[in-house]
């Protein structure tokens, strides 16, 4: 047989071999690419599976959806504890999670190298999708970090996908049995300063009264004692809550101050089941309607200057992001530090402690609803604040209130501008009549048809006054309390109501207003700067917080001198032969004005506010005091007044 060299044999039997053969081989070869085709569709179909598992699960994270998370987890209880206590532990105020890459084989454990395949072309089976997480934190820089999820194909022939739990999906350094905790421990409070530098808010002493199921053992007694302290606590919803609590469990009744503690501690201390623990808290010291409270949860200012000057006093605090014990809640690694946090810086106020003392124990010893303000008239620095109930509203400084008569010190300034004087003769009948309307005299008393202004003033007459409203225009009594900065916005360096006096739209209210009634309406901070704008002889606006006021008010009016002369005069008599009469044995020179104002009350029944307000010649120092619903200037304020003012002579 012939043969070529290097060919394929001849004839149609070799050309069917080789036909067949090619066949055979081009077949296998179909098969080879079709089988490696499939299996990296196969391939990508279960990544891009996982991928989008790993995205569900980031997106419900997100969403603040612990439960629908751990759902797509091989542990979903261990996943949602974590996820809840990282939630609870860090509060933020957003999440975000970009998923920053392709899934990849992750490799086995234990593995010198990675991406070790098994035959299905996924290594240990599992896949890791990295992932940038990023948590907005309030008040904080937003807080980024790089984790991976690992992902494994569910179990039978399905084609799922659950995230496989652990803690270092949360963050990479996390261990089992630990936490992400947001630290911010809050920057020391700074207190709010009397002008000599004490505290009238810091830290201070406090007890708190807490109840032992397990101890308690006579309920009526435990209730009878709390009744006793007199600060509102619900007693029958306090025995719900211990019903249903665990019997060691300490269940919270109240917190007291030091002072009020130890009022009642013998008799707390004598029920079994009643603990006391004692602890410090930021307290307003003194003057506290007008220094304000905090939340006492978050520590914030809520009302009055601690309110106010809340950033100042509060500074700012630390905050790190740190890993910590969910057992004990040790901290265990700082993952991140903010830089910043400054201790806050103190208020200052003009309040002088002795004045402030006095001011409010007289009104604790009258008992009722009401409040002192003392000024010092060269300047305007207040001097004392005070209130009564003492953690109540701020009407000292805030309080809009008719004045009544004390309002006539300024009727009797617009008639001394007016051209007056002081022994003009008014008359004091015992009623007069306007269109209609009668006005009268405390108890309906009169006086002669020869009473002078200055009778009028001293014994408060209100008819002798009314009786020449035709010497008044309808903006008279505005314009004469603008001498007395009424009207304008005043910076004190803290909220107050700086007084009210429209013009009178008819005569009725002419002759109401001249009475200190009718629309007119003021505070005792205002009152207390009338009585201390006659003693200096000028309008200086009341100050609080020095350093706050950048531009006082001003009066846009001004009274001849003969004017706060004669009202000088005629206020020292009404202490020494007038209705005031309750300050005559008071030290210092006392000059007052006292007021009684009607209003009606929520029911609409006929009520009056006592008032009194003055200076001492001997001392800088003017005062205003009232007492809310019921009594008169004379015999209610005037007292009050007196046990104040003697007690800074003693």
């Given at each position: ?285 003194a003057a506290r309607a007008v220094v304000g409270g905090l939340d006492p949860e978050s520590g914030a200012g809520v009302t009055g200057l601690q309110e106010r000057y809340d950033e100042q006093l509060a500074g700012t605090g630390s905050a790190a992001m740190v890993i910590a014990d969910r057992a004990s ?70 309080g809009q209130l008719a004045p009544g008569s004390t309002f006539k010190v300024l009727t009797a300034a617009a008639f001394l501008e007016g051209g007056a004087t002081p022994e003009d003769v008014l008359g004091c009948p015992r009623t007069v009549t306007v269109d209609g309307q009668s006005f009268e005299n ?209």
């Open positions: 047989m012939r043969t070529r060299r290097n060919g394929w044999p001849r004839g149609r039997a070799g050309v069917g071999a080789v036909l067949a053969l090619a066949v055979v081989v081009l077949a296998a070869g179909v098969a080879l690419v079709l089988a490696r085709r499939d299996a990296g569709d196969d391939a990508d179909d279960g990544r891009e599976a996982a991928a989008d598992t790993a995205r569900r699960f980031l997106d419900a994270w997100a969403a603040d959806d612990p439960e629908r998370a751990a759902a797509l987890t091989d542990d979903p209880e261990a996943a949602r504890s974590l996820l809840e206590s990282v939630r609870e532990n860090t509060r933020p105020e957003g999440l975000e999670f970009a998923v920053t890459g392709e899934p990849e084989p992750a490799p086995a454990e234990g593995a010198e190298t990675e991406g070790a395949e098994e035959a299905d072309g996924t290594g240990t089976g599992t896949l890791a999708v990295p992932f940038t997480a990023t948590f907005t934190l309030a008040g904080l820089d937003a807080w980024s970090y790089d984790s991976t999820a690992l992902l494994r194909p569910d179990a039978g022939d399905g084609d799922g996908w659950s995230v496989v739990w652990e803690s270092a999906l949360v963050h990479p350094e996390l261990a089992d049995g630990q936490t992400l905790v947001l630290s911010r421990p809050a920057a020391e409070r700074a207190p709010i300063l009397a002008a000599d530098g004490s505290q009238l808010a810091g830290r201070a002493t406090v007890w708190n009264i807490a109840v032992r199921p397990a101890e308690l053992t006579d309920q009526d007694a435990a209730w009878a004692v709390l009744d006793t302290l007199d600060v509102g606590i619900d007693t029958d919803a306090l025995a719900d809550r211990v019903a249903e609590a665990e019997p060691e469990q300490a269940v919270p009744v109240v917190t007291l101050r030091d002072a009020v503690f130890q009022e009642h501690a013998a008799e707390l201390a004598a029920v079994p089941g009643l603990e006391s623990v004692e602890g410090t808290r930021q307290l307003a010291l809640g040790a901290a265990v690694e700082t993952l991140h530090d903010w830089s910043g946090g400054e201790a806050g810086s103190p208020v200052g106020t003009t309040i002088d402690p002795d004045v402030q003392r006095a001011a409010e124990a007289a009104l604790d010893e009258a008992g009722r609803d009401g409040a002192i303000v003392a000024v010092r008239p060269s300047t305007g620095h207040v001097l004392a604040a005070a209130d009564w109930p003492a953690d109540g509203f701020d009407r000292s400084l805030r405390q108890d309906e008393f009169e006086l002669g048809e020869d009473t002078t202004l200055r009778e009028a003033f001293t014994a408060s007459c209100n008819t002798g006054l009314i009786a020449h409203r035709d010497r008044f225009a309808p903006d008279t009594l505005s314009r004469t309390a603008e001498a007395f900065g009424i009207g304008g916005e005043w910076d004190v360096g803290a909220a107050t109501f700086d007084g009210s006096v429209p013009a009178a739209e008819t005569d009725n209210e002419l002759a109401a207003s001249m009475i200190g009634q009718a629309r007119v309406q003021t505070s005792p901070l205002v009152m207390a700067s009338v009585a201390a704008t006659v003693a200096e002889g000028a309008f200086r606006q009341p100050v609080l917080v020095p350093a706050a006021v950048d531009e006082p008010h001003r009066a846009s009016a001004e009274l001849a001198p003969g004017t706060f002369e004669a009202l000088r005069s005629m206020m020292r008599e009404t202490v020494t032969d007038g209705s005031a009469s309750a300050l005559a044995g008071v030290p210092g020179e006392p000059h007052g004005k006292t007021g009684t104002a009607e209003f009606a009350d929520e029911d609409g029944e006929l009520s009056t506010n006592a008032w009194i307000i003055g200076f001492l010649g001997e001392r800088d120092l003017a005062f205003a005091v009232v007492l809310e619903d019921g009594g008169s200037g004379g015999s209610d304020a005037g007292p009050v007044a007196a046990s104040f003012l003697n007690a800074l002579s003693s």
